[in-house]
């Protein structure tokens, strides 16, 4: 199956850094999406990566590698405000760009 | 800033009646796909849409399932005959638009409640 694994649940302190990870099954890789959702809300995009390497968006960094299956999320500067799940999100080739989420990662941002 | 729209934001219905979601997707867009998020689970693909054809579904999108895009700008998700199992959080999205690149749209969400 098109498994794509993260952890559950983390803890993070207001102002440190927080990275996220997923693994995937790299048949048919065709591209890695991490998303934030609040609770009883839709997920909104926060990066994209294809290629091998880092993609920085402000505070928010992800990574990639495909040989490896791998990704991350990194969070720099948290705020409350990031307390949120992060989804993981991959799209396999032959398919009409649909996306596999993993079944996110709840973070929590403490003072 | 360009959006996805959906309608109603909360739908409460019986088991065995028939729901429609809708959603106006982004302009210009050109690939629809209707996922749902069961409470507390993860997000689920049902099925992508294009050139007003279903291009792929999953297995959950069975025979009590269907798709339409009435005109230009509408999408619909109808539910036959509603299910318990159907309670989720119904979320349309877009892509392809030419200068948003690769990343999907979501909407707000239809939250629908089978009683």
């Known amino acids: 199956g098109q498994n794509i694994d993260q952890p559950t649940e983390m803890t993070a302190t207001e102002g440190a850094i927080v990275q996220i990870n997923c693994t995937y099954q790299?048949?048919?890789?065709?591209?890695l999406f991490w998303y934030q959702q609040h609770a009883g809300e839709a997920p909104t995009f926060l990066s994209y990566?294809?290629?091998?390497g880092l993609e920085e968006k402000g505070r928010f960094s992800s990574f990639l590698s495909r040989s490896k299956g791998y990704s991350y999320l990194l969070l720099k500067e948290l705020q409350m405000k990031d307390s949120a799940s992060y989804l993981c999100?991959?799209?396999?080739?032959?398919?009409?760009?649909?996306?596999?989420f993993g079944a996110g990662t709840r973070l929590a941002v403490h003072p | 800033e360009p959006e996805v729209t959906q309608t109603p934001s909360h739908q409460v219905t019986q088991m065995g009646q028939e729901v429609i979601l809708r959603c106006v997707p982004i302009?210009?867009?050109?690939?629809f796909y209707w996922y749902r998020q069961i409470l507390g689970q993860k997000v689920e693909f049902l099925v992508s849409?294009?050139?007003?054809?279903?291009?792929?579904k999953s297995e959950i999108f069975d025979d009590q399932f269907s798709v339409e895009r009435p005109d230009g700008s509408n999408f619909t998700l109808k539910i036959r005959s509603t299910k318990l199992e159907d309670s989720a959080m119904y979320f349309c999205a877009s892509t392809g638009g030419r200068m948003e690149g690769n990343e999907q749209f979501f909407g707000p969400g239809t939250r629908l409640t089978v009683l």
């Open positions: 999100a991959v799209r396999f080739s032959g398919g009409y760009n649909k996306l596999i």
């Open positions: 990566n294809v290629l091998d």
């Open positions: 849409f294009y050139n007003n054809e279903i291009s792929e």
């Open positions: 302009s210009n867009h050109l690939y």
């Open positions: 790299t048949s048919g890789f065709n591209g």
